[in-house]
């Protein structure tokens, strides 16, 4: 980093810059107990695709345990939240319409540990966006549940949901029923009410949390009606809780027979691929849908590969454990682009496993070829040092991810806190970028399609948690792209410190390729100043060479942001009028909206006039 000096006086650059679409998103800091007013804009974050959908992050501490609420309300745009785990891909949880009031979104969440999360607040589906508010805060503990009323096999219950029920920790009220099951024992649990839409949810109680293992909403066949065939996966007491799908009260009546057997499955060994027809004449799943059912058998250890295609329907595969019947996974699109299955597992146990072969709606029926196949261990990764490119070809005679995607793979050895690059490029297919640790199986810790910002190449950037061994993979985007590729590993060294900027003073510096980024790619020098409570400062960024963008936040070994502007001195040049809220020292970052701008600019930190 070129790191700026320090000039007693302001000035300002007033040159025009032609801006570029923002794809760069910080995560802000949230209290919990604390409410925002935001908006989401052209300027904030973007996932892309058929599903694409714009979000501003919130990063919150929590308590392991502590019963949390957030809601988020928009006349512009319908509201969804999702909560993940800081640096986790996947959600730990979402709600679309949870506040019952039209398209506003609430979201119910106990995190199992103490830890970071980041909270999304998004549009459903779109890019849209407009103004919204977000407020996160801890909800009261429960009341204590009353005891279960017992139900046996064969047993009809008459009852009512009223506001004096106790309370799921998603919301709404429910009532619970205890019955015991012996071990692959299938019931069938039925949930009828006409005062509101019933749902019917199974589990077991795990001290003093319900741990759901089966649910149903509209059985088939019986319009809002619940219908849940459910298989005992081990002897003992369960659970069985009658609630509502929005916040409903009113009249219900709970039924607990046996189920008939299960369908019989036909005999599939692992490397045989069978032709088959979903008909008049398929049997039915347990949700009432045409099903084939195949069994196969499987070594403890035994990695398989299984897929099904049809040219008549959109095909859904699911996995079954056979001794207990509990899904171990399932798959709609994953073969492909199209709408073929695949799925990927290494299956833990030895035994028997049971396949179901379906349509993914209620009505698909036409022909189809399933197969199923040893997945070969994963070669040997090729060694890749700091400072080279490889060049390389993907061909279908490559791996497969468990997606169907072909790649290459490489290890290198970094060290704890090393921040790291790499950059795929190709012009046959668009690029993307895994990183994973290298003991075990290959887990991505991050991952990257088009960060380069320059069409479809990629650019990962990831700081190592410990030192070690790590893999990249270099693949397609899509199961069906191959051809050349080159990868560059660039050691990108620790992370910068902040320099030190005084109240009243001005800081000139440059962006370079060698400086901080973020996740989304823009460059950025940080600054730290100290600050008395209630201190009322004005920030201001310009720069001739790139757009401008102020992020400000706590002083720490993790950034948090506080505020931040883009354009409020003019078209390309920031300015933040900010009230310290105590004593202490805060970072300022000084960057660019976009990625991959670099650049001279000028920082200044002055008290308000």
Do not use: C
């Not at 998603?170 to 839409?197: H, M, N, P, W």
């Not at 990695?303 to 040219?311: D, F, G, H, L, Q």
Request: aromatic fraction near 8%.
């Amino acid at each position: 980093m070129k790191r700026s000096s320090l000039v007693a006086a302001a000035s300002a650059l007033a040159l025009a810059w032609a801006a570029s679409p923002a794809l760069a998103q910080d995560v802000q800091g949230l209290r919990i107990g604390a409410a925002v007013d935001g908006a989401l804009t052209e300027t904030d974050a973007a996932t892309t695709g058929e599903d694409a959908y714009r979000y501003d992050a919130y990063r919150f501490e929590a308590r392991a345990g502590q019963r949390l609420e957030a809601v988020l309300r928009s006349d512009a745009f319908d509201a969804y939240l999702a909560i993940y785990a800081e640096g986790g891909d996947e959600p730990l949880a979402e709600d679309d319409d949870g506040l019952g009031e039209g398209t506003d979104a609430r979201l119910r969440f106990t995190p199992e540990t103490s830890g970071t999360y980041v909270l999304r607040a998004r549009t459903l589906a779109g890019l849209e966006g407009g103004d919204y508010s977000l407020s996160l805060r801890e909800r009261p503990a429960p009341p204590r549940a009353p005891r279960p009323v017992g139900l046996r096999v064969g047993d009809e219950r008459a009852g009512t949901l009223t506001d004096r029920d106790p309370e799921q920790e998603d919301g709404g009220r429910y009532d619970a029923y205890t019955f015991r099951a012996s071990a692959g024992q299938r019931v069938i649990v039925t949930l009828e009410s006409e005062a509101f839409d019933p749902l019917v949810r199974v589990g077991r109680m795990n001290g003093a949390d319900f741990v759901e293992l089966a649910q149903n909403d509209d059985g088939p066949d019986d319009g809002l009606n619940s219908r849940l065939v459910f298989t005992a996966p081990t002897a003992g007491e369960y659970l069985a809780r009658v609630t509502a799908i929005r916040d409903g009260e009113g009249a219900y009546t709970l039924g607990l027979s046996e189920a008939p057997p299960a369908p019989p499955a036909k005999p599939i060994a692992v490397g045989d691929s069978i032709d088959g027809n979903l008909n008049d004449e398929t049997g039915l799943n347990d949700d009432g849908q045409r099903t084939e059912f195949y069994r196969f058998t499987a070594e403890a250890g035994q990695r398989v590969a299984i897929e099904m295609s049809s040219k008549d329907f959109d095909t859904y595969l699911t996995l079954r454990q056979a001794s207990d019947n509990s899904v171990l996974d399932q798959d709609d699109d994953g073969a492909g682009s199209g709408t073929d299955s695949r799925i990927v597992r290494t299956l833990e146990t030895a035994g028997d496993y049971v396949i179901e072969a379906r349509a993914l709606g209620d009505d698909g029926e036409g022909r189809f070829t399933l197969k199923i196949s040893e997945v070969a261990p994963p070669p040997a990764p090729s060694a890749i040092t700091f400072g080279q490119t490889v060049e390389g070809e993907i061909t279908p005679e490559k791996p497969q991810n468990d997606e169907g995607k072909h790649y290459d793979a490489y290890v290198f050895t970094g060290q704890e806190g090393q921040r790291v690059q790499a950059v795929l490029r190709s012009g046959d297919f668009d690029a993307y970028l895994e990183i994973s640790a290298a003991d075990g199986e290959f887990s991505a810790l991050s991952s990257d399609d088009d960060g380069l910002a320059e069409g479809t190449d990629s650019r990962l950037n990831f700081t190592l948690p410990s030192s070690g061994d790590y893999i990249l993979r270099a693949s397609p985007l899509s199961n069906e792209g191959k051809g050349l590729y080159s990868l560059a590993l660039i050691d990108r060294g620790p992370e910068p410190k902040p320099g030190s900027i005084l109240v009243g003073a001005t800081a000139r510096g440059t962006l370079s390729l060698s400086d901080a980024l973020i996740d989304g790619g823009a460059y950025y020098d940080a600054y730290r100043f100290q600050a008395k409570k209630d201190e009322k400062l004005r920030i201001t960024l310009v720069s001739n060479a790139f757009d401008a963008f102020i992020d400000l936040g706590e002083d720490g070994e993790d950034f948090t942001s506080l505020a931040t502007d883009d354009d409020g001195l003019s078209d390309t040049h920031a300015k933040l009028d900010w009230t310290a809220p105590e004593d202490g020292w805060f970072v300022v970052r000084a960057r660019s909206l976009g990625p991959n701008e670099t650049g001279a600019y000028a920082l200044t930190v002055e008290r308000q006039p």
